[in-house]
């Protein structure tokens, strides 16, 4: 079985700390895990929201950006959009394309070509 990177991400609105703030689990000294999170910034946890998890997978971009749970991934194709989330009855990351029910598996999606261009939570205009 194959080890895959698991991390997260959030919004934080505090002061001059607006945008993505990006944790890596950790285990701690009682055995639990717990989540520090870059730049020392801990103490703002009540700034947080919502929390997203790295999918694990990349984008099909030349350079491959990572695909993050609420991102909007959009087909280079036809320009539709679809919007990342993680099925909890299927255990599985899926895409919901934004005009529609439709739903596909995020892994069939990326090899259509599609690209990461935004997320519902900083660009939901993309959405309009």
Not at 29 to 44: E, L, W
Not at 94 to 109: A, I, M
Request: hydrophobic share 35%; charged share 25%; aromatic share 10%.
């Amino acid at each position: 079985m194959m080890n895959r990177e698991i991390k997260f991400r959030a919004l934080c609105d505090y002061d001059d700390t607006n945008g993505m703030v990006y944790f890596e689990p950790a285990k701690c000294d009682n055995g639990v895990f717990c989540m520090p999170i870059q730049n020392n910034i801990s103490h703002i946890d009540e700034y947080l929201s919502p929390l997203m998890q790295f999918t694990g997978l990349e984008d099909a971009e030349i350079n491959g950006k990572e695909v993050w749970e609420g991102d909007i991934i959009e087909n280079c194709d036809t320009k539709l959009l679809q919007i990342v989330y993680w099925d909890e009855q299927k255990a599985a990351w899926f895409c919901q394309y934004s005009e529609s029910k439709r739903k596909v598996s995020l892994e069939h999606s990326l090899g259509n070509l599609n690209k990461v261009i935004g997320n519902i939570y900083e660009n939901s205009n993309l959405l309009k």
